[in-house]
């Protein structure tokens, strides 16, 4: 079955850090780059992060540059994203993608996303 | 960036309706638009990208248009299970890639 699995989320401390995991079933992991997308409640989708299938490159929305960071264990087929300084409105649903093309490079077409975790900042 | 507007923001359907959602980049995107369909409660699912193409498993009753700035998704006979928010996302320039705000169907 091809999947993608979250876990890490719940309710956080404004100014705290979060790890979000993401292991991926039914398809060759270490060839993929791998994406994040976030939904706050009730709002659309907002790219978040990319990485490329070595993590060796990893692009991030401006709006979080300093206090994201992204990366991969391909031989436990699991992505990982880290936020700290947590805010408010970071309270989202942070989805797990999978680009399109499984090769060099990126498409940012999303064709398999996660069930999503949910990620509450408040005190 | 490329903003990305949908339009409407909402629209009213029935069964066996022929339904066209809009989307407008603030530049040429040059046929890289995706569509998106999020049911209540789901999350996303690839419908078209390459602004026509339909991924896997999509039904034909899916299609997508349009070029330049302006595209367009179609589906030609509603159904129930159609009910949803559709989002339109252009990755022509990245990072970033950037979705529009969506377009609900409601019955």
């Known amino acids: 079955d091809v999947k993608l699995s979250e876990s890490g989320g719940g309710l956080i401390q404004p100014g705290e850090s979060l790890r979000l995991s993401c292991t991926a079933s039914g398809f060759t992991f270490a060839n993929c780059a791998m994406a994040w997308v976030r939904q706050a409640p009730g709002e659309g989708l907002e790219w978040v992060a990319s990485?490329?299938?070595?993590?060796?490159?990893?692009f991030y929305t401006n709006s979080l540059k300093g206090r994201i960071s992204t990366s991969r264990d391909n031989s436990r087929s699991t992505l990982f994203l880290e936020l700290s300084g947590l805010r408010a409105e970071d309270t989202a649903v942070y989805y797990c993608?999978?680009?399109?093309?499984?090769?060099?490079?990126?498409?940012?077409?999303?064709?398999?996303w996660g069930q999503g975790a949910l990620v509450t900042v408040s005190s | 960036d490329i903003v990305v507007t949908q339009s409407p923001a909402t629209l009213s359907v029935s069964p066996g309706d022929k339904v066209s959602l809009s989307c407008r980049a603030s530049?040429?995107?040059?046929?890289?638009l995706a569509w998106y369909q999020q049911k209540p409660g789901q999350a996303p699912r690839l419908l078209i990208y390459e602004a026509s193409t339909r991924a896997t498993d999509v039904p034909v009753r899916f299609s997508g248009s349009g070029s330049g700035t302006e595209y367009t998704l179609t589906i030609s006979a509603l159904q129930s299970e159609d009910v949803a928010v559709y989002y339109c996302?252009?990755?022509?320039?990245?990072?970033?890639?950037?979705f529009g705000q969506g377009t609900r169907l409601e019955i």
């Open positions: 996302q252009q990755y022509h320039n990245w990072p970033p890639v950037t």
């Open positions: 990485v490329d299938d070595g993590g060796e490159a990893s």
């Open positions: 993608v999978k680009d399109r093309y499984c090769g060099s490079g990126f498409t940012y077409v999303f064709d398999l």
């Open positions: 530049r040429s995107i040059a046929a890289r």
